[in-house]
């Protein structure tokens, strides 16, 4: 589609072609004038001598992108334009405002093009990244370019690498809710002030074992954990890369469940004040919830039931439903499952639904186990079919003694609480399909109707009491719960407990386009990071990126990443101290989120050499603002597919830099926002395959592409859906000034809305309406007059001023649009050739955040020098927002009988008068006695009758 307007009219009218020129002119001097710099307290940014650093800040970040290929949509730049609205409008205000963007420029498709065709992964990343800042800089986007990092950056990967060991060498003390360095560990473990994590004394260690009881206490840390290992891609994945048959989401290869020894951050260390510390951001409410929900904090019990001589201990929110409960279940894998299972044969009267078809629990047990090897956690926990086997024992309810049976059952998750829990299958839904399965009693203990399912809502308790002291009939559940768990503790059968669903973050991958790890091992296999001195551990240059090939089928072959082919950087002879020494490197890389983690304080100090970030500049940006303040980024935008993983583990490496003193925010980000997006409507032919969106026409609610019917669908916008709209197309064809007003104009930032081209136009319009209040588009003069503004005039202003401050305040971009639109309308009606001076410059300056250049151009052409950028943005006169009419119900005995207009500063007496000669209330009056009249200023008269 084009631009009508932009090859017809006079010659001095805003098209598509005066807005390029325009725009490429004021895209230029601001580069060249470094209009978007943004001063820092010290180093390489601080201001110039005879500048002044502001005091007022604003620090607005978006979340970066990923440097791909594609290049970009429509759809990407909608939060880019808004947080540049918002950062342009407090410039306007009279801040700092610190803006860029950066590049999160490692990870997967640059590696597995890099695979395909040979390319080095940095070659295409650089050309991406050099692709983005074109089409965004097409914009107008107001970044302080000497900011923007990309996470590949030597320098800035450098950093991240000094962040990983800073988080090494720290422990997590528990009493003191905080990460310490490791050295005061040592000094507390010598003096025996603390015990090893096993209890042993420390100085009686060998140093082999001593170094082994510090790792216990790392926040870095390699364990032997559960994986989901992909042999055809040669690499472990996360649980949401992993499909729910058991297959990689990208190449559709098998995916293993397997041990392997991995490094771990304890974040779980935080769980507590991540929790916690969520009360005091300014987030939408669903994120924080979705971070509640992941941190999962549950507080319950643990309660220990035996099986002959073997103890179970299960987890439990519900103590209180203890008298129902009719069996137990381990987690298949589970090392307890091994403790349990009996030697014996089944007896003939277990039930054939137990066993699997075997004779014996070991046997049924093996068979199991192979049968679910395949399923993830959250297949497992989804699986609506509940299967398991008898172990062969019973375990004896402590409440009652009734010996209940034992199963393996993979709804029980190997990783949460203790492994085992305690079955009530009348009131837990996944316990009752499972008793419904097996023929297990159905034991109610809350007063519910549980023939048709398990009754998980509240209601007094039944069936609940018995000869030792514990009696909960009739008790509602929080009070049966403390009952139980106090009734537990003294008898020794259990504790109160907290648990979280949170896991440690599995933070090593095997592949080669991520940051290597600084870590080195000596010939006895021993992990030594590498000090601070040495880094940057450059990644090495190779040929072959690919992970080296297994077999996809084979379950039991292990990773080999790409950077253990590369021999000569893998051995490296270091002094670490003791003299020089051959050492192996560590081949695996850290997991794409690392970089992302902590960009936000590499925005503050880009080109600090001596330190991540300096702590004054630090402080300036983010520090907290005022008592309780948790400090971090003012406003962080971005789409809440980021709610959890990226928001999480930032939040985790911001607090260990706190805690450390590295930085004196204790949060990264104070508010975040999350922006909607940007959709549109795609089209598949009869075969199912995409056809081009633009050339769709569409005929009485049908479409049709080359005069085939097509079917509609709504969604994404992206190539391989061939709907994909391009920002340069719409540049070259409205000019980046009407893209940005459309984009803000189309609805509440947060909401998904419809692309339209067709509808583009008409911001345009807009735009071509403010130039003709200033410029003749015959002669291109100036029009504006030195003429006294209308009292209406006045009015229309301010009350403009007052609305668009706050919207704008409120990220209310698309109801700022509207109100400047309906200004531009009144005084293209009121002054058909050219309105007062006094009227149009405050609305150049208005609109000016959305749309900067034609701004720009017009408050040069107004006789003004330099930038709008720093103008003062308008404000208004509270007296003009008066109204001068106000318009009161009348009450009459409570009920509204009639609304009446009156001067907004007449007299009681007068509003009186007013509301007795109105029709409707003169009908209600008569023949009834007046007996009270109150009028409440500015909002009602009543009046009382009998
Ligand atoms: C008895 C009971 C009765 C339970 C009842 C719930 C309802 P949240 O709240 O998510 O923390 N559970 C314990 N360990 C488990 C494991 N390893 N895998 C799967 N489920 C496990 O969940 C805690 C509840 O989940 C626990 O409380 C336990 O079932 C189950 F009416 O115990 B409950």
């Not at 220990?304 to 987890?315: E, K, L, R, S, Y």
Request: proline share 6%; charged share 25%; net charge negative.
């Amino acid at each position: 589609m084009t631009n009508p307007s932009s090859t017809q009219g006079p010659e001095h009218r805003y098209t598509a072609q005066v807005a390029n020129t325009i725009e490429n002119q004021w895209q230029k001097y601001w580069l060249d004038n470094g209009t978007f710099h943004a001063p820092n307290p010290v180093g390489d940014l601080a201001p110039a001598a005879g500048e002044t650093l502001p005091e007022d800040k604003l620090f607005v970040q978006d979340m970066f992108p990923y440097p791909s290929g594609a290049g970009l949509h429509v759809g990407h730049p909608l939060g880019y334009i808004a947080t540049d609205v918002y950062a342009r409008y407090n410039r306007m205000l009279g801040k700092n405002v610190l803006h860029t963007l950066g590049y999160d420029s490692f990870g997967l498709p640059a590696e597995q093009y890099a695979i395909q065709t040979g390319t080095h992964p940095r070659t295409t990343t650089m050309a991406n990244i050099e692709n983005m800042r074109r089409q965004l800089g097409a914009l107008g986007l107001g970044h302080d370019e000497r900011r923007s990092v990309a996470t590949t950056d030597r320098e800035f990967y450098r950093w991240t690498q000094w962040i990983f060991l800073q988080i090494y060498n720290s422990w997590f003390d528990e009493d003191q809710q905080k990460a310490r360095p490791i050295s005061e560990l040592i000094d507390e473990l010598r003096t025996g002030s603390r015990k090893t994590r096993d209890g042993r004394d420390y100085n009686s260690l060998s140093p082999a074992e001593q170094q082994e009881a510090v790792n216990d206490f790392r926040l870095v840390y390699r364990s032997n954990s559960m994986v989901n290992w992909c042999p055809g891609l040669g690499t472990v994945l996360a649980n949401e890369e992993v499909t729910a048959d058991g297959r990689s989401e990208r190449g559709n290869f098998p995916v293993f469940r397997k041990k392997l020894s991995q490094w771990m951050m304890r974040i779980t260390a935080y769980s507590d004040r991540l929790v916690d510390d969520l009360d005091k951001l300014d987030w939408p409410d669903k994120v924080k919830s979705m971070q509640r929900n992941w941190i999962g904090r549950s507080r319950g019990a643990e309660v220990t039931f035996t099986a002959g001589d073997v103890p179970i201990t299960v987890f439990t929110t519900r103590a209180d439903t203890l008298f129902g409960a009719t069996f137990m279940a381990v987690a298949p894998e589970a090392e307890i499952a091994e403790r349990l299972v009996s030697d014996e044969e089944y007896g003939a009267d277990v039930d054939k639904r137990w066993t699997m078809g075997e004779s014996s629990p070991r046997a049924a047990l093996a068979k199991y186990r192979r049968s679910i090897a395949a399923k993830s956690d959250v297949e497992r926990q989804e699986n609506k079919e509940k299967t398991g086997v008898f172990l062969g024992t019973y375990a004896t309810n402590p409440v009652n003694g009734a010996q209940i049976p034992v199963f393996a059952a993979d709804y029980v998750l190997a990783g949460y609480g203790t492994g085992a829990l305690m079955a009530v299958p009348a009131h837990d839904e996944r316990d009752y399909e499972f008793a419904r399965d097996f023929g297990i009693d159905i034991i109610p203990v809350l007063d519910g109707d549980v023939s048709e399912s398990a009754f998980t809502e509240d209601a007094p308790h039944i069936n609940s009491a018995n000869d030792h002291g514990l009696d909960l009939d009739g008790l509602g559940k929080q009070e049966a719960i403390d009952a139980t768990i106090d009734w537990l503790v003294v008898g020794g059968h259990g504790v109160g407990k907290i648990q979280y669903k949170l896991r440690d973050w599995l933070f090593a991958r095997q592949r080669y386009w991520g940051e290597p790890f600084p870590i080195v091992y000596d010939e006895d296999g021993n992990a030594h990071a590498l000090p601070e001195e040495m880094l940057l551990v450059e990644l090495p240059e190779v040929d072959d990126y690919a992970p080296v090939a297994v077999d996809p089928d084979d379950a039991d072959s292990e990773p080999q990443p790409p950077l253990a082919k590369v021999t000569d950087w893998v051995n490296v002879e270091l002094d670490l101290g003791d003299g020089p020494k051959t050492y192996k490197r560590d081949t695996n890389v850290m997991p794409q989120w690392a970089g992302s983690s902590w960009y936000q304080l590499r925005y503050v100090d880009p080109t600090n050499s001596e330190k991540f970030v300096d702590l004054e500049n630090e402080r300036y940006w983010t520090g907290p603002q005022s008592p309780g303040d948790v400090g971090g980024v003012d406003l962080y935008v971005g789409g809440v597919e980021h709610a959890v993983l990226h928001l999480l583990y930032s939040r985790f490496w911001h607090k260990v830099l706190f805690d450390l003193g590295h930085v004196t925010s204790s949060e990264p980000y104070r508010r975040l926002y999350n922006q909607g997006y940007i959709q549109a409507f795609a089209y598949t032919d009869a075969r199912g395959i995409y056809v081009p969106a633009e050339e769709v026409e569409e005929k009485d609610g049908k479409f049709f592409y080359q005069g085939e019917e097509v079917t509609q669908e709504y969604g994404k916008m992206g190539k391989s859906l061939k709907n994909a709209v391009a920002p340069d197309d719409i540049v070259r064809d409205f000019g980046a000034d009407t893209l940005r007003v459309y984009e803000m104009a189309m609805g509440p930032l947060d909401t998904s809305r419809p692309w339209a081209t067709k509808d583009v136009i008409g911001s345009h319009r807009f735009l071509q309406r403010l130039w003709r209040l200033v410029v003749n588009e015959e002669t291109g003069e100036v029009v504006v007059t030195d003429a006294e503004p209308t009292d209406d005039d006045l009015k229309a202003l301010h009350r403009t001023i007052a609305g668009v401050r706050e919207d704008y305040a409120a990220l209310r971009d698309n109801t700022v649009v509207a109100k400047l639109i309906e200004y531009v309308n009144y005084l293209t009606k009121a002054y058909p050739a050219g309105a007062p001076r006094v009227a149009v410059e405050p609305l150049a300056l208005m609109v000016s955040p959305i749309a900067p250049h034609i701004t720009e151009e017009l408050w040069t052409r107004l006789g003004h020098d330099g930038t709008i950028t720093f103008a003062a943005f308008p404000t208004h006169e509270e007296k003009w927002l008066v109204d001068d009419e106000v318009e009161l119900p009348v009450q009459i005995n409570g009920k509204v009988r009639a609304r009446i207009l009156v001067p907004a500063d007449a007299a009681q007496a007068d509003i009186i008068a007013v509301a007795l000669a109105d029709e409707k209330v003169a009908a209600q009056l008569e023949g009834r006695n007046l007996i009270k009249q109150i009028v409440v200023p500015g909002r009602m008269v009543n009046l009382v009758v009998k």
